[in-house]
């Protein structure tokens, strides 16, 4: 062997030790944030209990739900997911219902059992839309074009409380915080979205940041660490591509997606015997879904059983007929679509496993 096979030999030696150790530093890494995850939930978990036992005692009470009302609520919340599955279809047209549909459903499950679950949740749709034949760039800018028209939808009906309550419309006084807080990020959603839309000096900014972090990491580590500079303004226009001339259907089923949840929440309180005033009962299942975006527990549990009642009796409705709605409420909206993430897997697993199986 020469010298400069030698070399070569060595610097291959060096390479694959310097991808052993990163692989293993990733996998330790993930197992850490993972386990600081799970203890954060269930501190959460546990310092949020009584509000959750508050909430599921009133179980013995559902004997006394209007039960028209209960299916009501089933059907309406299957309406909202398959608004989700719409815009899922409007921003990636050549993905059928039923990749939408169950893609969905399984991410949906996954984000609500495991701690942090949101990142997951988004990871294993990625997954499977790769699966079933969408490219990488594909799906995520699919992914980026849904959460952010999704969370803007959110924080606009907020925001609509607020201008009603401009226009005269009473809100109560312990609800008025989140109109505000809502409208005013709803307002930065859409600043950053128009700016991030039509310039690259932001997306520029943002990425030398990043590569300043990381170049800072590396130099500890004695890695190379560099991070594209372009990957914004490339994913940035992924995601206008992907809504296209689409977007005024996008904003439709974006806005029914919480329209449709929101009435679940209605039919819940008409369920109990409750006469809710809606307009109030809207800004208090806007100030809910925030807080179900918290990441401390899988799908908010804890914060949205606790925030939810509470809301509900500063917009007028009773403290046991608030706890026994928000029951029902989660019921339908929380725990029926984990079986159905299940077997929306299995369906899945079923039609694509042949195709994995030829890829091998």
Do not use: H
């Not at 610097?11 to 995850?37: C, K, V």
């Not at 299995?346 to 694509?352: M, T």
């Amino acid at each position: 062997m020469t010298d400069a096979d030698e070399r070569a030999e060595a610097r291959r030696l060096l390479a694959e030790e310097i991808e052993q150790s990163a692989e293993a530093d990733n996998r330790i890494g993930s197992l850490l944030r993972r386990g600081i995850a799970l203890v954060v939930s269930v501190i959460a978990l546990y310092v949020l209990a009584p509000q959750i036992l508050d909430v599921v005692s009133s179980a013995e009470r559902l004997r006394t739900f209007r039960w028209r009302w209960f299916v009501l609520m089933v059907g309406l919340e299957a309406a909202s997911f398959t608004c989700t599955w719409w815009l899922t279809r409007i921003t990636l047209p050549r993905v059928g219902w039923f990749v939408a549909g169950t893609s969905q459903l399984v991410s949906n499950a996954v984000s609500r059992v495991v701690p942090g679950g949101a990142a997951v949740g988004g990871a294993t749709l990625y997954r499977m839309l790769a699966v079933s034949g969408v490219s990488a760039g594909e799906a995520a800018a699919t992914l980026a074009a849904t959460s952010i028209l999704t969370t803007g939808a959110l924080f606009a009906i907020p925001a609509l409380a607020a201008v009603l309550a401009l226009a005269g419309a009473p809100i109560p006084e312990g609800l008025t915080p989140v109109a505000a807080t809502g409208a005013v990020f709803f307002v930065l959603l859409l600043v950053v979205g128009i700016i991030g839309t039509v310039t690259d000096r932001p997306l520029d900014l943002v990425a030398t940041g990043i590569n300043r972090v990381r170049r800072a990491i590396a130099r500890r580590r004695g890695r190379p660490a560099d991070f594209d500079s372009g990957y914004f303004r490339r994913e940035r226009d992924r995601m206008v591509e992907a809504i296209g001339s689409g977007w005024r259907l996008a904003i439709v089923a974006s806005a029914g997606k919480w329209a449709f949840d929101y009435l679940v929440l209605v039919a819940a309180l008409y369920g109990v015997g409750a006469d809710p005033r809606l307009s109030v009962v809207l800004l208090a299942y806007a100030g809910a879904s925030v807080l179900s975006m918290v990441p401390l527990t899988p799908g908010g549990l804890g914060f949205v059983e606790a925030g939810l009642a509470a809301l509900l009796v500063v917009a007028g409705i009773s403290l046991q007929d608030a706890l026994l709605a928000t029951l029902a409420y989660r019921l339908v909206s929380f725990w029926m679509p984990l079986p159905a993430g299940l077997v929306a897997w299995i369906l899945f697993s079923r039609r694509y496993a042949p195709d994995q199986t030829r890829s091998k």
